[in-house]
């Protein structure tokens, strides 16, 4: 099989949200070996490492996002990587003893043409040390049933754009992709209904400035108002900051 991997900086406009429980204090041993052997070594059959995160509230979280093509090609690469590929077999122990729990998997596609994340940021060299100034906010909304084109438009055409008012820089926007799972040997979370945004932030201060101006905001309040019947639970939201190797995402 022979896998295009010249076009690496996408489009991918199906993604995985992967949110990884770990062993306590073993989060800075995941990241040494991801970011040493298994970044390139995915994204040479096919797939992107489109970005990976400490949590910052949560200090035995793995967080990170992977980028397909298509369906199609997620089929194709995943056995690829781990039914046949050197650098899993040679590393996937040393991986999976730092890992409580990797199957809180969300399966998902760019919400509208264009609003997934790209790769196409700078990925420092291996060794590189050192964390982005930069925060990172993703926010998981469950919705109650599939997510329809009003609540796209709600999501696309006013609450972002309060966001962005109040400060946030959003970067990828997506819902659940329905596809079956077709790696089965990794799961996914199943019969959900997401809208996944990513926004950044220029640091910490930037971020507190922009939580102090969503209160002031009466178009925030008015769309999340308008959202929330529409909701199966309040929204998820992860504050993260890129670890050494992940692409560049912001200033």
Same mark, same amino acid.
């Given at each position: 099989?022979v896998f295009?991997?010249? %076009?690496?900086?996408?489009p991918?406009?199906?993604?995985?949200?992967?949110?990884?429980?770990?062993?306590?204090?073993?989060? =800075?041993?995941?990241i040494?070996?991801?970011?040493?052997?298994? +970044?390139?070594?995915?994204? =040479?059959?096919?797939?992107?490492?489109?970005?990976?995160?400490?949590?910052?509230?949560?200090?035995?979280?793995?967080?990170?996002?992977?980028?397909f093509?298509?369906?199609?090609?997620?089929?194709e690469?995943?056995?690829?990587?781990?039914?046949?590929?050197?650098?899993?077999?040679?590393?996937?122990?040393?991986?999976?003893?730092?890992?409580?729990?990797s199957?809180n998997?969300?399966l998902?596609?760019e919400?509208?043409?264009?609003?997934?994340?790209?790769?196409a940021?700078?990925?420092?060299?291996?060794?590189?040390?050192?964390?982005?100034? +930069?925060?990172?906010?993703?926010?998981?909304? #469950?919705?109650?049933?599939?997510v329809?084109?009003?609540s796209?438009?709600?999501?696309?055409?006013?609450?972002?754009?309060?966001?962005?008012?109040?400060?946030?820089r959003?970067?990828?926007?997506?819902? %659940?992709e329905y596809?079956?799972?077709?790696?089965?040997?990794?799961?996914?979370?199943?019969?959900?209904?997401?809208?996944?945004?990513?926004?950044?932030?220029?640091?910490a201060?930037?971020?507190g400035?922009?939580? +102090?101006?969503?209160?002031d #905001?009466?178009?925030?309040? =008015?769309a999340? %108002?308008?959202?929330?019947?529409?909701?199966s639970?309040?929204?998820?939201?992860?504050?993260?900051?890129p670890?050494?190797? #992940?692409r560049?995402l912001?200033?």
């Open positions: 099989m295009d991997t010249d %076009s690496a900086t996408g991918y406009p199906i993604a995985e949200l992967r949110d990884y429980t770990l062993e306590p204090g073993q989060r =800075d041993a995941l040494d070996v991801f970011e040493r052997h298994l +970044i390139e070594t995915q994204e =040479d059959v096919g797939m992107a490492v489109l970005a990976h995160f400490r949590d910052l509230d949560r200090p035995d979280r793995f967080v990170w996002f992977r980028g093509p298509s369906m199609e090609a997620r089929g690469s995943l056995p690829a990587f781990y039914l046949h590929g050197e650098a899993w077999r040679t590393h996937r122990d040393t991986a999976n003893a730092t890992m409580i729990d199957d998997v969300l998902l596609r919400a509208w043409s264009g609003a997934g994340l790209t790769g940021g700078a990925r420092p060299p291996v060794g590189a040390a050192g964390e982005d100034k +930069i925060r990172i906010l993703v926010t998981t909304y #469950s919705f109650a049933s599939p329809d084109a009003g796209l438009e709600l999501l696309r055409e006013r609450l972002l754009p309060a966001a962005r008012a109040a400060g946030a959003p970067l990828a926007a997506y819902a %659940s596809a079956q799972n077709n790696f089965p040997r990794l799961p996914v979370r199943e019969g959900e209904h997401v809208f996944v945004w990513v926004a950044a932030f220029a640091g201060d930037a971020y400035r922009y939580r +102090i101006a969503l209160r #905001s009466t178009a925030w309040r =008015d999340q %108002s308008e959202l929330a019947w529409r909701l639970k309040p929204a998820e939201e992860r504050r993260l900051v670890a050494a190797r #992940s560049a912001g200033d």
